[in-house]
């Protein structure tokens, strides 16, 4: 069998299909989701922003914008390695007697609001708990699939395997070898088929062996007096008679043989010697 035509080449090639398309879709949908999520949290801080010059415009001050932004889920950030990488972006909010620079940065994955009072350099990093985007489920739920089917791709393969096993016990009763074994007890269709054609090949050897037993037994009821027959016409003294006898059983002889050969020839057992000759031989 061609290896290109194997079903287990067909469905090793099915397997790396399935998990090439898997793999795209899950990162299609895990990208689709995250842009999503940073399109809500961004048009999130913007309107924070847009509030707090309005609020601002209104006389808020520092302090004002700090429990305001308190009030609406932001907690203050005081890491250091955070605060050594927020920079100023976005609005610049500025007034006669009071000026504040509020700006959003997104690190690693975060959102952060930085206000900035420039009259005493005092800088605030404020973030909100939703803003890290946080898709371990995701990964979890693609991981664990990516899993089930690999899990899937072993039992089935495993499943098929005996198939070549198969395969070769039935060469080996083509072949005439009735020694078949069964080749797999696993309780699905390739087992129940190992074990009926076991079973099968089984009860055609018990046959064959009936059948060349009576064959056997035939054959030495028929030859035996044809045998005593040829014994008794050596010892007649008519040539003529006896002559004619001895055709008679030497016929019969031949045609029992005949009968043996043809039973040979359809059940395979005939070896058959081919010769090349010329036509003009």
Request: hydrophobic share 40%; charged share 25%.
């Amino acid at each position: 069998m061609p290896k290109s035509d194997s079903l287990i080449v067909k469905i090793t090639l099915l397997f790396i299909f399935s998990t090439i398309s898997f793999v795209l879709f899950s990162l299609y949908f895990i990208g689709s989701k995250t842009n999503k999520n940073n399109t809500a949290i961004e048009q999130r801080y913007d309107s924070v922003i847009d509030n707090i010059d309005d609020l601002f415009k209104f006389g808020y001050d520092i302090e004002d914008l700090q429990t305001y932004l308190s009030d609406i889920g932001f907690y203050q950030i005081t890491d250091s390695d955070i605060l050594a990488k927020v920079s100023r972006r976005y609005l610049v909010i500025y007034d006669d007697k009071k000026q504040v620079i509020v700006s959003v940065k997104k690190i690693d994955g975060h959102y952060y609001i930085i206000m900035e009072n420039i009259k005493d350099g005092r800088q605030f990093v404020y973030t909100d708990y939703s803003s890290g985007s946080d898709y371990t489920t995701y990964h979890v739920i693609a991981l664990l699939s990516f899993i089930t089917l690999i899990f899937f791709y072993i039992l089935v393969l495993k499943s098929i395997l005996p198939l070549s096993l198969l395969r070769r016990e039935v060469k080996k009763f083509a072949n005439g070898n009735m020694n078949i074994k069964v080749i797999s007890n696993n309780q699905d269709e390739i087992g129940e088929l190992s074990r009926e054609f076991a079973k099968a090949a089984n009860t055609i050897d018990k046959m064959n062996k009936a059948r060349v037993l009576f064959l056997r037994s035939i054959m030495h009821e028929l030859k035996t007096p044809i045998a005593k027959g040829r014994i008794v016409t050596e010892m007649l003294t008519d040539t003529k008679a006896k002559n004619r006898l001895i055709s008679v059983f030497t016929r019969l002889n031949a045609i029992i043989d005949n009968f043996a050969k043809i039973e040979e020839m359809n059940t395979n057992n005939y070896k058959i010697s081919k010769t090349r000759f010329k036509l003009i031989d």
